[in-house]
């Protein structure tokens, strides 16, 4: 990969781990939580097995997961950063909205709120969405079928999380949550500047 778009890879991943670090330090305390195994097994391992797949490493030999599915084009590589980026912007400005409501596994915070605003008005998960393409934008650029696993890792470990959190804030929340997500789910058109939106989730 030429060092420009390494550099500008490396870089939306890094964007996003430091604001995930740094928005960390106040959220509100849980209410709820899942059991740590279950988080592990379900969240943790599948992110870190994708994550290794992406990586660096000769242990994948000359295997199928080496092959190319997209030549290492200029066209290729702009067209995978460009999804990166946007990707971290998605996902950064998605968690900034949530504020202390935010948390890494499935959670109901005390007082937990149904954020109303940005992403969430068009899209049900946007953090989870904005990832995804993190990690599509980052296959493309590495181009090998190992790729192509990682990313149907994550989707499995995504969506797996985000009924489990749609269960819970149903229950929470009822008839408010399901309108708020059916909303979010239909077509609809921008709101001018200062109109109510709609949207809700966690992710």
Known sequence: MPP???????????????????SARRVKAPERIEAPFKRFVAYWLPLLIAVLLLGPGDWFGHSLLRENFVPH?????SIGL???????????????????NWSLSVQLKKEHELIQSGPYRLV??????????L?????????????????AIVFLSFW???KQ?????????GTTYL???????KPKDFAAPGASVRTANWS
């Open 135 to 151: 990690f599509i934008g980052n296959t493309l650029m590495v181009g090998d079928w190992r790729g192509i696993l990682a990313v």
């Open 179 to 185: 309108g708020l997500t059916q909303n979010a789910s």
């Open 165 to 173: 959190e749609e269960s819970w804030l149903t229950q929470q929340f």
């Open 82 to 100: 460009a999804l990166c980026l946007l990707g971290a912007a998605l996902a950064i400005w998605s968690r900034h909205l949530l504020g202390q």
């Open 160 to 162: 797996r999380k985000l």
């Open 124 to 133: 049900r998960h946007p953090i989870y969405s904005g990832l995804l393409l």
């Open 4 to 22: 420009q778009f390494s550099i500008g890879l490396k870089l939306a991943w890094l964007s996003v781990l430091l604001y995930w670090l740094w």
């Open 73 to 77: 084009t200029t066209l290729v590589y």
